[in-house]
């Protein structure tokens, strides 16, 4: 069997590993570990040359002895009783359940698993899965499950039940304890970077991620949120994230991500009030819960439960905000607990609104209105609000002459009001749709999870007889071909509004946007050229035919 070799230096060590082609992510994960005598909770993260972060898994490349990764603990966990007793107890149990699962495998002489053994246990869990979720019954026409909400097409494509909750609970242990883990100040500066990479952490990862956001802007303190009940709300928030292939988890952390570096980008804590960052952050994190993998367009389509409830208006994002509020209901998950009721109503008012605003079809009357103040608004302007005072007056036909100022003053601070409510639906648009922001070896594979999604709605809808919309269909649509419309005229026009009121934005947010549409017009140039050749191969072709 083919096996590949890796050099790298850990603590100054050289070392090198050698894994073989059927390896897991799990099992390159846990060489690594060894080599850094790192705990089971520890955070590990491997560079190249360049200083890049590269993704541990088994898709690893091999490299040179005069090309070594460099491995890195970034995070460590601690505890008040932080023992060796504890430390080697911690490390028996993984040895101990590394030796169990050792100990059920079959091995020849050679080390390697016989065939027949690795061919048998792939039909075995390949069975489990059908029993468990008994999709394959509904393609049969057999099955039907009537309890999942209408919201989802009548067969389920998620992942099963079973499995999914094991998966969960595994997520749940180890975020519970990495709770304890201190980021390096390396990892706090990296998250605040729109460059950040999703793909090298791991869902509990992410979830102390999110969690380092709300210490790190001062929300905990600022709005007294108990750490134990951020810890549940957290976690009940990753679990109404579904198994699909574009809005999921991950998702919704790359656009709290965003939201949270274009905070620290544009310093909105000097800008807006503590209760519009909060907003702006939590807004951010449920506004795709439970999305089911298929749009708004569907659901109003095949007439779903979401849509005849919310009466075809926005019913995806009505929901997220109904799941949101949900969670807020419990106690051991409500951290706005110790809010006032007057902030708190501000509060959910403002995540309503821009969870709201994510709905595309608001997408030009949203841009359209922020972008007839924007010219008229300078945050680096200490008199900004009078000038803005001025606009606001003149586009409301307020005039000292028509009003006087104590009467046309509530009036205008209502309109200054309704500018940051728009300023704050913006600022979550752009986070929503800001993978083109990211380095292409980030946003390309969120292209395929996107385009993915869409092949199965688009299948479904053929199936089931719907409209189906031509960017979605998979017999129509290519990687360049989808990007470059929405890159111009969706992409840019929102993010240059934006850059006029904060240019400091330009750099990090704006530039890489623009590199995408490049990259994606000399994609599709190359694509069409390639086809004209081929045509031209066989006109010619059929020419000596004849």
Not at 14 to 38: I, K, M, W, Y
Not at 162 to 173: G, L, P, S
Not at 362 to 382: A, G, R, W, Y
Not at 432 to 447: A, T, Y
């Amino acid at each position: 069997m083919a096996s590949k070799v890796v050099y790298f230096v850990i603590d100054g060590r050289e070392e090198q590993a050698e894994f073989r082609s059927d390896d897991e992510s799990e099992d390159v994960r846990e060489t690594f570990r060894a080599a850094a005598e790192a705990g089971p909770y520890d955070i590990l993260k491997l560079y190249n040359l360049r200083g890049n972060i590269i993704n541990i898994s088994e898709r690893l490349q091999p490299n040179t002895p005069d090309t070594r990764y460099n491995l890195e603990v970034v995070a460590a966990s601690y505890s008040k009783d932080d023992s060796l007793a504890n430390k080697i107890g911690t490390d028996l149990e993984t040895i101990e359940k590394r030796l169990e699962d050792l100990e059920k495998k079959v091995f020849v002489e050679n080390g390697e698993t016989p065939h027949l053994i690795v061919e048998l246990k792939t039909k075995a869990e390949h069975l489990k899965e059908k029993l468990e979720g008994l999709e394959h019954l509904s393609w049969l026409g057999l099955f039907k499950n009537m309890n999942m909400g209408t919201a989802h097409p009548f067969w389920d494509h998620r992942s099963s039940t079973t499995k999914m909750d094991t998966y969960r609970k595994r997520v749940y242990e180890k975020f519970k304890v990495m709770s304890q883990v201190q980021l390096t100040q390396e990892v706090r500066e990296q998250l605040k970077k729109p460059t950040f990479d999703n793909w090298q952490w791991d869902d509990s990862e992410m979830l102390i991620l999110l969690r380092q956001m709300f210490v790190d802007l001062g929300l905990v303190s600022k709005f007294n949120i108990s750490m134990p009940v951020l810890f549940n709300w957290l976690f009940q928030i990753y679990t109404k994230y579904n198994h699909v292939p574009f809005h999921n988890f991950k998702h919704c952390f790359m656009v709290s991500q965003m939201m949270y570096g274009l905070i620290w980008l544009i310093d909105l804590p000097s800008k807006l009030e503590p209760l519009d960052v909060l907003t702006l952050l939590t807004a951010a994190i449920c506004h795709d819960l439970d999305h089911p993998g298929y749009n708004n367009a569907y659901q109003i389509n095949a007439r779903t439960e979401l849509a005849l409830r919310y009466n075809d208006i926005s019913p995806l994002e009505n929901h997220h905000c109904a799941v949101a509020f949900e969670i807020l209901e419990s106690k051991e998950t409500n951290i706005f607990a110790q809010i006032p009721k007057d902030q708190f109503r501000k509060l959910r008012e403002g995540m309503i609104r821009c969870i709201l605003s994510t709905d595309m079809a608001k997408h030009n009357e949203i841009l359209h209105t922020f972008k007839s103040v924007v010219p008229h608004f300078d945050f680096s302007d200490k008199e900004h609000r009078a000038v803005l005072y001025m606009v606001l007056m003149k586009m409301a036909d307020i005039s000292n002459e028509a009003r006087p100022l104590e009467v046309a003053s509530p009036w205008l601070d209502c309109l200054l009001t309704e500018f940051f409510n728009q300023l704050m639906m913006i600022l979550v648009k752009v986070a929503d749709i800001s993978n083109e922001c990211r380095p292409m070896q980030v946003s390309e594979p969120w292209l395929e999870c996107l385009l993915q999604e869409f092949f199965n709605q688009s299948d479904m809808e053929k199936l089931e007889g719907l409209p189906v919309a031509p960017f979605m269909d998979r017999d129509k649509v290519t990687k360049p071909s989808s990007q470059i419309g929405f890159i111009k005229f969706v992409l840019l026009p929102l993010f240059e509004s934006v850059g006029q009121l904060f240019p400091q934005i330009d750099a990090d947010v704006i530039e890489p946007v623009r590199k995408a549409l490049a990259y994606y017009t000399e994609m599709q140039q190359a694509i069409e050229e390639g086809k004209k050749s081929k045509d031209s191969t066989g006109s010619k072709h059929n020419g000596i035919t004849t």
